[in-house]
């Protein structure tokens, strides 16, 4: 399988260039030159565990890319937990994507991308170094799946002070094959940096550099494995609605996709902060980016979703194709607190501030058009991972899942590192 950019669909390029460059070399975004839906006897009778989608859905993806052994194996270790479906009232289902090592869902698509980097490291005869900026919860994932992968180092760049003490842990409590750096400014210098390292002469003969941010093709995949997943719960012959809690839009991208796989979908709906250029977009006004506003369900906090370019190439351009398999909704953090307060009270039930987003589109999306389909949303965070808003919204405490617990008592190993390009440079060359 080839894959093309989305500026440019004369521009091909394997499945390992996507992996390993990331963006298109005209800056565009990788696609898959084919999206074969899965055979209807599958469809009728899709197999019962998680794991067994999610290879069978993979292998229909990327085809013999990889070798298929290879490729069960890297499945099977991404996702080596569990993706509950909890009911809440009558047909709706939270869909609980946060059971991973770091208690969100960007674990799938993380241990998925480092599963690929391990097997093409393992051909390669200079060591991968994977650059990664964070502003905190992507390099909690990217650290953890790369952990004492093979042939493959990750250095964390991470604005010093300006990540949450728990998020702090996550990224530089692992040691072996991770470095953290903590760089003396802000997360804009820190992508400036590793903006700068990637085109470095020097570095590009000694490594091969690779980064793990979210517009790589490999992380997009295997989050279309859980839509098959909650779907296959569902009762034979469901066509259920989607509510996904959208930033950068690979989620809902990933749904769509998994549509086009033969996903049967009565629609989704794309639920957001007040940060809405694509509900606008979809309600008819221009796409127009702006600079995001900070709300409390922040890591939906995004002005210019970068997979917007994706959705568009998806639907050939057409925004009346678009809008009929995707309602555009938003919320503010006054609607978002209120509603985790309702639902705590009505259904016992904690939902984290994204989550929230996602189930207030639903009820919304129900009320506006009388939907009776089975109805889904995307619980994309563990709550403990938001206790700020979450105590304030339940007023009690809430307890921290024992793989955080754990972090609290464990030393932090960074390097200190000014924004100096040079100077990270020549760190860079000696590691
Ligand atoms: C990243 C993130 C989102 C947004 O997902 P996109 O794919 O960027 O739309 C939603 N919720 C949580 C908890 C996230 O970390």
Known sequence: MNYYST????????????????????????????ITPLSKAWLENPPMTLREIAFDVARQLIGDDVPIETLRTIVYNAINFDVPLVALGHNIWSVELFHGPTLAFKDFGARFLAGLIEYY?????????????????????????????????????????????????????????????????????CQRLVKKLFVDDALNKKFLLTSANSINIARLFPQTFYYFYAWSKLPRGSRPVFS?????????????????????????????????????????????????????????????????????????????????????????????????????????YQLDPHGAVAYLGLRQFQLSTGSDSPALFLETAHPAKFAEVVEETSGAKIALPASLEILRNMEKKSVRVSPDFDEAKARLLQS
């Open 7 to 34: 500026g440019n669909k004369a521009l091909r390029s394997t499945l390992k260039d996507a992996v390993l460059k990331g963006l298109a070399p005209d800056g565009g975004l990788f696609m898959p030159e084919r």
């Open 244 to 348: 996904v809690p959208s930033g950068n839009f690979g989620n809902l991208t990933a749904g769509v996709i998994a549509k086009w796989l033969g996903l049967p979908v009565a629609r989704f709906v794309a639920a957001t902060n007040i940060n809405d250029v694509v509900p606008a977009y979809l309600a008819g006004s221009n796409y127009s980016p702006r600079p995001s506003v900070t709300t409390i369900s922040n890591a939906m906090d995004v002005g210019d979703p970068s997979n917007f370019s994706r959705l568009l190439d998806l639907y050939e351009g057409s925004r009346d194709n678009m809008e009929k398999d995707i309602a555009g909704i938003s919320f503010s953090d006054q609607q978002t607190r209120d509603v985790m307060k309702n639902v705590l009270n009505e259904h016992h």
């Open 121 to 189: 490291a393992s051909k390669e005869d200079r060591e991968i170094f994977v650059l990664a900026a964070t502003s905190g919860d992507t390099g909690s994932a990217v650290a953890n799946g790369f952990y004492k992968r093979r042939g493959v180092k990750v250095v964390i760049l991470y604005p010093s002070g300006k990540v949450s003490a728990m998020q702090e842990k996550q990224l530089t409590t692992l040691g072996e094959n991770i470095i953290a750096w903590e760089v003396a400014g802000t997360f804009d210098d």
